[in-house]
């Protein structure tokens, strides 16, 4: 079956970091990159970046250049993402999502989505 | 950054009613976007991909139009499993961003 099983809800302390992993199964891990998306509560969808499974190679989206890293175990099809220095409002609902490209130039689409994460930040 | 903007942000109609929901990228993005569906506590469903090709599974009542700068996802008769939120999303530029959403509610 082809899906992505993420890990459970976490809660945090602000300042804290949390890693949240993205398991893969039914297709090649190696062949789609990953991205992570992120919704807060009510909110819309936030893009935080990709890791491409087959090299480690990653993108951040500049809003989280220095907190967020994301990496690879492909012995066990799986992706994570840490997120580090924990706010408040980093509060949300942690998305893995496969991409797919229909030109080959980065023209991501999401065809296959991770159930998602709850991560609550609070003191 | 390139903002998408969707219109409307609610919407009410009926079950076998046309429907149409409207995204305008503040800069050309060509046919680089994409259309998900998303219901309460799930994930994200992808509809429409390239503003105009229909993701395998997904009924044919759903289509999607447009390029440049304006695009618009129509259900052309609304059944009582499309209430939901439907987002817009772009990847024409390296930082992919999404619309606000369109929430659909039963009238």
């Known amino acids: 079956q082809v899906q992505l099983v993420q890990s459970g809800a976490e809660v945090k302390k602000p300042g804290a970091s949390v890693k949240v992993s993205c398991k893969a199964s039914?297709?090649?891990?190696?062949?789609?990159?990953m991205h992570w998306v992120r919704q807060a509560p009510g909110q819309g969808l936030e893009w935080m970046g990709w890791?491409?499974?087959?090299?480690?190679?990653?993108n951040y989206a500049q809003k989280f250049q220095g907190r967020v890293t994301m990496t690879r175990d492909t012995s066990i099809s799986t992706v994570y993402m840490e997120l580090s220095r924990l706010r408040s409002d980093d509060t949300a609902v942690y998305h893995c999502?496969?991409?797919?490209?229909?030109?080959?130039?980065?023209?991501?689409?999401?065809?296959?989505w991770g159930r998602g994460t709850l991560v609550t930040v609070s003191s | 950054d390139i903002q998408v903007t969707q219109s409307p942000s609610s919407l009410s109609a009926s079950v076998g009613d046309r429907v149409t929901i409207t995204c305008r990228a503040s800069q050309s993005i060509s046919s680089y976007l994409n259309w998900y569906q998303q219901k309460p506590g799930k994930a994200p469903n992808l509809l429409i991909y390239?503003?105009?090709s229909l993701q395998s599974g997904v009924p044919s009542r759903f289509s999607g139009s447009g390029s440049g700068t304006d695009f618009t996802l129509t259900i052309s008769s609304l059944q009582p499993e499309d209430f939901a939120t439907y987002f817009c999303q772009q990847s024409y530029s390296t930082l992919i961003t999404f619309g606000q959403g369109t929430r659909l509610e039963i009238k």
């Open positions: 390239a503003a105009s």
């Open positions: 890791i491409n499974p087959n090299s480690g190679g990653t």
């Open positions: 039914g297709y090649t891990f190696t062949g789609y990159y």
């Open positions: 999502a496969r991409g797919s490209d229909y030109g080959g130039n980065g023209d991501w689409y999401f065809d296959l």
